[in-house]
């Protein structure tokens, strides 16, 4: 069980040792360390950036020398990877610093909406229900959008929207269709991702409707528990575990999430 989705201080998530720690101690395989990084020109995004400390654009170099101080303490195998927000006007940038950075992978993710983040209630609790509509019509594009271009291994909480209940429930069978058709002939995979399973949002990412979809077109997961604390590992690990028996998957091989296994 290789969980390829974690955070560590090097964007939102807990120290770096103690998440590798974690993951060894819940008797994973591989930890990918996919801190949070956004290469976007927007004057939001340097915002967001500065506000936050996300900016892995700048200290990855000094993460990787960290993963390599504890790759030798530890019997798990931990991957240099990023979570990259995706925007397809600025496709040309992501890809030019992910062949710059040389991650063993990388997670790509939808996050932003209407210039803000998806989960930012406020800014859609007061927008007409149609607008919200075609705003998570505008997600679903984006997101197959990020599958077609084929620069992530993987495709993170590829129905995010549906943790802003504000957003909920506007997904609709065609953009789940859409959306299966795009991975089907891509590369990159979705996961099972787990980051809010145990909270108030109560489910996986990909919804379930939506992952019956992908497993009915044939579509290949990945797992990532999108951990912050050390302390979630382990449950989130044995929540996704037993999806996988209950749907009888077997999530993807490790040679096709990191070129080099």
Known sequence: M????????????????????AAAD???????????????PAPNAREH???FGFNLDLTYERRRDAIESVRDDVDVDVFDAAEMDYDPEHADAIAEFLDEADFDYAVGSVHDLDGVNVHTRSHF??????ERRELVDRYFEKLV????????????????VERNPHLRGFATEDHYAAVAEAFRDSRTVPEINAGR???????FHPAPAFLDRLVDAGVDVSVGTDSH????????VQEIETELDRRGLEPVPLDRIVADA
């Open 26 to 40: 819940a008797g994973l395989d591989g930890i990918g360390l996919a801190d949070h990084c956004n290469v976007s």
């Open 145 to 160: 959008a990020l599958v077609e271009s084929e620069l992530f291994a993987i495709a993170a909480h590829p129905d995010l």
């Open 2 to 21: 290789y969980d390829y989705h974690a955070h560590t201080n090097y964007s939102d998530g807990a120290f770096l040792r103690w998440m590798v720690e």
């Open 49 to 51: 950036k500065r506000a």
């Open 125 to 130: 609790a007061d927008k007409p229900e149609a």
């Open 229 to 236: 604390e050390p302390d979630v590992i382990d449950p989130r």
């Open 197 to 203: 399973l145990l909270d108030g949002y109560g489910e």
